[in-house]
């Protein structure tokens, strides 16, 4: 419908006293959806006191119950009707095309339950010291250490990924014995809202989950520099999540800003895998995905071999609506973001190089497009369209390849194709990035796998394991014997 919607917290959903709300638009229609309300101060930090109390008797909620409570949710996100809302919300509120949708909140589900078996089996488990070993020590004092939770972690998930990504910070933080404050993407908002309700019918501590809405030019310092926060994950934009570590205080960052993944295909790699993975890798969600493939750098041998692979599979892409089971291509995120990925084309072009497809828009939807001969002077060349866009370097040397890639403010991904395993490993070992994918596209998935960024692209390592390991503290206690 076109109403306001309310706002989680105390374990209730409220209009803000603000009576002030926020549109979200339809990126395929362009109309506003539906509004978000826009929470005042005293709400965000109302949320953030009850979180405090919600969180010491969580803490101290035997483990095994947690994750029971984790379970029991992962359970009431697959309910065919409560999939349903929020994979159908994800395709009008972010365009997710309609497979993928529902894929996110399956995976979703998943990674709860996953989240919940990880945590019984590393929270259980802390460390026995005996201080003898050290030089000078008898054998009179005993250490026991244990993993405790930080208290309220604040989760800052993007449009991305609504569901997954907000579950991906929250899970992890839930099982560990942490409240949570979420502060949703504005598009995607009602979309995390939908999936927060899963949580409550799950029957969670009043206060112990809270999802605010909020203007985040107005509120937005004051919620990532509230003194009650002790951890922020954040996935989004550099910019953004630069500015939150330069202004948060003396606690945790778990970051993952974006990428510009690079794939380096090599003289004899499958060119068909290659080919496929640049499809699947570049286009899939119009390449809104931080590990979309954003770079080729192909081996001036095998470059136009590759090019009319990938040309031949593009022109079977189908661009439409994201309700559409079989779309390929969908409108991107805003009307912005379009703009943004039609000044990087421009530049491209201006500097001479080659387009594969022809430039085609409408509105917020772009046409699959790949770019050849790009070059280092081009933009296009460093920055993430986030868009259905795939700049292709041809490249005389592997040593090239992996300079390229390792002058990139960014290091999420990178991938190699290559039928020879050894140069595999010495390319990935030379490319500085969080992940190198050996015969496939970057992907974060799957989820207990760990992901994590290097300079610009983020800190912090992500993954279930990493990320109850990381919304965690280590607690000692140390028995003095006579
Ligand atoms: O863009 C967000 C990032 O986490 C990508 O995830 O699953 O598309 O590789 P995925």
């Known amino acids: 419908g076109n109403g306001v919607f309310k706002y989680y917290a105390d374990g209730a959903w409220k209009i803000s006293s603000s009576e002030e709300s926020l549109p979200v638009i339809n990126p395929t229609s362009r109309e506003p959806f539906v509004a978000i309300t826009a929470c005042t101060r005293r709400e965000v930090n109302k949320a953030f006191h009850s979180a405090k109390e919600a969180q010491k ?284 990925i039609e000044t990087l084309v421009a530049d491209a072009i201006d500097s001479g190089a080659k387009l594969c497809q022809g430039w085609k828009r409408r509105g917020n939807k772009i046409w699959p497009l790949l770019i050849d001969n790009v070059t280092t002077e081009m933009r296009i060349a460093w920055e993430e369209p986030f868009g259905p866009v795939i700049p292709v370097m041809r490249i005389k040397s592997v040593e090239e390849g992996i300079q390229h890639c390792n002058s990139s403010k960014y290091g999420l991904q990178g991938c190699v194709f290559t039928k020879d395993i050894n140069k595999a490993i010495l390319v990935s070992d030379a490319m500085e990035s969080g992940t190198i994918q050996i015969n496939a596209a970057p992907a974060r998935g799957p989820d207990h796998f760990p992901f994590q960024g290097i300079r610009d692209s983020g800190i912090g390592s992500q993954g279930v394991t990493n990320s109850i390991n990381f919304m965690t503290k280590i607690k000692t206690t140390v028995i003095n014997l006579p």
Request: charged letters at 20%; one cysteine or more; glycine letters at 8%.
């Open 57 to 340: 008797s969580w803490a101290k909620t035997p483990l095994f119950k947690r994750a029971e409570m984790l379970h029991k949710v992962a359970g009431v996100m697959k309910e065919k009707k409560n999939m349903e809302a929020i994979a159908e919300c994800l395709i009008k509120e972010v365009a997710k095309p309609d497979k993928d949708a529902y894929t996110e909140v399956v995976r979703s589900a998943d990674l709860l339950s996953y989240t919940a078996e990880e945590g019984i089996r590393i929270l259980s488990q802390g460390k026995f010291l005996v201080s003898d070993s050290f030089p000078g020590n008898e054998r009179n004092k005993v250490c026991i250490s244990s993993k405790v939770p930080l208290g309220i972690i604040l989760a800052i998930p993007p449009f991305n990924y609504p569901v997954n990504l907000t579950v991906s910070k929250i899970g992890p933080a839930l099982i560990a014995g942490n409240a949570v404050v979420i502060k949703p993407p504005t598009q995607g908002a009602v979309s995390t809202l939908h999936m927060i309700h899963c949580f409550h019918m799950a029957g969670f501590p009043k206060g112990l989950i809270s999802c605010v809405t909020i203007k985040a030019s107005e509120l937005g310092d004051y919620m990532t520099t509230h003194p009650l926060v002790n951890c922020i994950s954040f996935t989004g934009g550099c910019e953004t999540g630069i500015s939150i570590s330069q202004k948060a205080g003396m606690i945790p960052l778990q970051m993952e800003l974006g990428g510009k993944d690079a794939m380096i295909v090599l003289e004899d790699a499958d060119l068909d895998l290659a080919a496929t993975n640049i499809i699947k890798g570049g286009f899939s969600y119009s390449g809104q995905r931080c590990t979309a493939v954003k770079i080729v750098l192909a081996m001036e041998g095998i470059a136009d071999a590759l090019v009319s692979k990938v040309n031949a599979q593009i022109a079977k892409l189908k661009i439409g609506p994201p309700e559409r089971i079989d779309t390929d291509i969908v409108d991107v995120v805003s009307e912005a973001s379009a703009d943004f």
